[in-house]
């Protein structure tokens, strides 16, 4: 053969041998990374510039050195890279370095094994070794493609993607070995001798180089793993004390609740005590006692007690009941009580607000004013109840000669708790309760402040309006001040 012919021939051999490297590169980088989709999305790109390197490699190769052109091919593989995945330079020669290394080491692997057959064969055809050599490179990626662990990637290099200290630790064992592999593959004894020392030399500083970046590298990785550790523990921290305040606050609820419903049992079992005494006490008088003695018994009452005055009956009996005990509680403390009924309440029972809702609005209400009265200094000691038909409308009024409410008392109504008479037994279940009971059926609430205690007048008045309106509004003499607290969803007007 010609030396042209020769000189054609290795330059395809060369291609041939720097192509399947470039590509098998590109594809073990894809491979470490895990990154299935790039070739499809960028397979024209890679063509043109893989065979454009390929060329400028070959080139560099003849011109000046082999060793060059392994860096040369390293270096623009990188940026081929770096551009089709968008990773940073470094990272990207990082990755390339490594994936070049083990392609030359494959493709060593197979050289000798070709070297092998071939001199078993006494076989010395160009084209076929190389064909050979290509073949048995190929399989062999192929089989290191499967393996289980490099099949879904590399996980330590990506996990260490933005580890700096990591990179320069790699790349510096890679480039030791890659340039161990140029120089002992592309020179002979005589010709390393005279740069031996530097060899030498820049071998014990890339040692200590390496010993280096390890103490850092793995002091990095002590304090990224501590660091997650507190993380994780603060987390489990975090999340133990939501599920305490979790805890804390379902109890808080249930006790609220629990409270409102003892507060409620209170009024019904005061009631009902209060009727059981009264039926003991007259079938023990219808038992027990001659007629003479029960005339004389009446009069002695007569002269020494005030007799209640027969109220109104709803006709509805445990509404009936309440507002009997709610009259006998008003004598026991001196305090004068009226109810003017309008209208028929069993209809108001059945169609605006449960009984047992309204046995409970009338028993809070009139208990409240109870204790208002006796916080007073008001000679006037007077409650009277409306409950009916007010104005066209089904309502429940309540007006005393009391104290009036503390201005923070009523903004927190329906709130909080709130009570102005802790010291008399007083928890605010009671209003808590009410305005449960008016959001339920999206009644307003009224209340109006006549102003200070006066002999001859009403202070206030609570009224509940089925309007199905939901307000809470306050009809005030000193609805000035009032405003001044900025009260929040409450309708303050001047009275």
Same mark, same amino acid.
């Given at each position: 053969?010609?030396?042209?012919?020769?000189?054609?021939? +290795?330059? #395809? /051999?060369?291609?041939?041998?720097?192509? %399947?490297?470039?590509?098998?590169?590109? =594809? *073990?980088? $894809? &491979?470490?990374?895990?990154?299935?989709?790039?070739?499809?999305?960028?397979?024209?790109?890679?063509?043109?510039?893989?065979?454009?390197?390929?060329?400028?490699?070959?080139?560099?190769?003849?011109?000046?050195?082999?060793?060059?052109?392994?860096?040369?091919?390293?270096?623009?593989?990188?940026?081929?890279?770096?551009?089709?995945?968008?990773?940073?330079?470094?990272?990207?020669?990082?990755?390339?370095?490594?994936?070049?290394?083990?392609?030359?080491?494959?493709?060593?692997?197979?050289?000798?094994?070709?070297?092998?057959?071939?001199?078993?064969?006494?076989?010395?055809?160009?084209?076929?070794?190389?064909?050979?050599?290509?073949?048995? +490179?190929? #399989? /062999?990626?192929?089989?290191?493609?499967? %393996?289980?662990?490099?099949?879904?990637? =590399? *996980?330590? $290099? &990506?996990?260490?993607?933005?580890?700096?200290?990591?990179?320069?630790?790699?790349?510096?064992?890679?480039?030791?070995?890659?340039?161990?592999?140029?120089?002992?593959?592309?020179?002979?004894?005589?010709?390393?001798?005279?740069?031996?020392?530097?060899?030498?030399?820049?071998?014990?500083?890339?040692?200590?180089?390496?010993?280096?970046?390890?103490?850092?590298?793995?002091?990095?990785?002590?304090?990224?793993?501590?660091?997650?550790?507190?993380?994780?523990?603060?987390?489990?921290?975090?999340?133990?004390?939501?599920?305490?305040?979790?805890?804390?606050?379902?109890?808080?609820?249930?006790?609220?609740?629990?409270?409102?419903?003892?507060?409620?049992?209170?009024?019904?079992?005061?009631?009902?005590?209060?009727?059981?005494?009264?039926?003991?006490?007259?079938?023990?008088?219808?038992?027990?006692?001659?007629?003479?003695?029960?005339?004389?018994?009446?009069?002695?009452?007569?002269?020494?007690?005030?007799?209640?005055?027969?109220?109104?009956?709803?006709?509805?009996?445990?509404?009936?009941?309440?507002?009997?005990?709610?009259?006998?509680?008003?004598?026991?403390?001196?305090?004068?009580?009226?109810?003017?009924?309008?209208?028929?309440?069993?209809?108001?029972?059945?169609?605006?607000?449960?009984?047992?809702d309204l046995e409970i609005l009338i028993a809070t209400?009139?208990?409240?004013?109870?204790?208002?009265?006796?916080?007073?200094?008001?000679?006037?000691?007077?409650?009277?109840?409306?409950?009916?038909?007010?104005?066209?409308?089904?309502?429940?009024?309540?007006?005393?000669?009391?104290?009036?409410?503390?201005?923070?008392?009523?903004?927190?109504?329906?709130?909080?708790?709130?009570?102005?008479?802790?010291?008399n037994g007083g928890t605010g279940m009671g209003f808590?309760?009410?305005?449960?009971?008016?959001?339920?059926?999206?009644?307003?609430?009224?209340?109006?402040?006549?102003?200070?205690?006066?002999?001859?007048?009403?202070?206030?008045?609570?009224?509940?309006?089925?309007?199905?309106?939901?307000?809470?509004?306050?009809?005030?003499?000193?609805?000035?001040?009032?405003?001044?607290?900025?009260?929040?969803?409450?309708?303050?007007?001047?009275?």
């Amino acid at each position: 053969m010609s030396d042209e012919g020769l000189i054609i021939q +290795d330059y #395809i /051999i060369d291609f041939i041998r720097i192509l %399947i490297i470039c590509v098998l590169t590109i =594809i *073990t980088n $894809l &491979k470490i990374l895990n990154l299935k989709d790039i070739i499809k999305k960028n397979l024209l790109k890679l063509i043109i510039l893989i065979f454009l390197i390929n060329n400028f490699c070959i080139y560099i190769q003849n011109i000046i050195n082999p060793a060059i052109s392994i860096i040369s091919l390293n270096f623009l593989l990188s940026l081929l890279f770096s551009n089709i995945t968008g990773n940073k330079i470094g990272y990207s020669i990082l990755i390339t370095t490594l994936s070049l290394s083990i392609n030359y080491v494959i493709y060593t692997i197979s050289t000798i094994v070709c070297f092998i057959i071939f001199k078993a064969m006494d076989g010395n055809n160009k084209s076929i070794i190389i064909s050979t050599i290509t073949l048995i +490179d190929i #399989i /062999i990626m192929l089989a290191l493609y499967k %393996i289980k662990r490099f099949s879904k990637g =590399i *996980t330590f $290099l &990506k996990k260490n993607k933005n580890n700096e200290y990591f990179e320069i630790l790699i790349l510096n064992v890679e480039m030791t070995f890659l340039l161990a592999f140029v120089i002992f593959t592309n020179a002979n004894i005589e010709s390393m001798k005279p740069i031996f020392v530097y060899i030498v030399i820049f071998s014990i500083l890339m040692v200590i180089t390496i010993q280096k970046l390890l103490q850092l590298y793995y002091k990095q990785e002590l304090l990224r793993r501590n660091t997650e550790e507190k993380e994780k523990e603060l987390k489990n921290k975090n999340k133990e004390l939501q599920e305490k305040d979790k805890k804390i606050e379902k109890l808080e609820k249930e006790n609220l609740e629990l409270n409102k419903k003892i507060h409620s049992i209170n009024y019904r079992q005061d009631s009902l005590t209060y009727k059981l005494n009264t039926l003991s006490q007259k079938s023990e008088i219808a038992e027990e006692i001659d007629i003479r003695d029960r005339i004389n018994k009446i009069s002695k009452v007569i002269e020494e007690e005030k007799i209640a005055i027969e109220l109104t009956k709803t006709n509805i009996e445990i509404i009936d009941d309440m507002l009997r005990y709610m009259q006998s509680e008003c004598i026991k403390n001196n305090i004068d009580f009226e109810l003017k009924i309008n209208g028929n309440i069993k209809h108001m029972a059945k169609n605006i607000v449960s009984k047992e809702d309204l046995e409970i609005l009338i028993a809070t209400l009139i208990k409240n004013a109870i204790i208002a009265i006796n916080y007073s200094d008001n000679i006037n000691k007077s409650i009277l109840v409306r409950l009916g038909i007010i104005d066209g409308i089904y309502s429940l009024y309540v007006y005393d000669t009391g104290i009036e409410f503390k201005i923070e008392t009523l903004l927190n109504l329906g709130i909080k708790p709130s009570t102005t008479h802790a010291d008399n037994g007083g928890t605010g279940m009671g209003f808590m309760n009410t305005f449960d009971t008016l959001n339920k059926y999206k009644a307003s609430i009224i209340i109006k402040e006549y102003g200070e205690e006066s002999k001859d007048n009403y202070t206030k008045a609570i009224i509940i309006k089925f309007d199905k309106n939901n307000n809470y509004k306050i009809n005030s003499y000193r609805s000035d001040k009032i405003k001044e607290k900025d009260p929040k969803n409450i309708i303050v007007e001047k009275l």
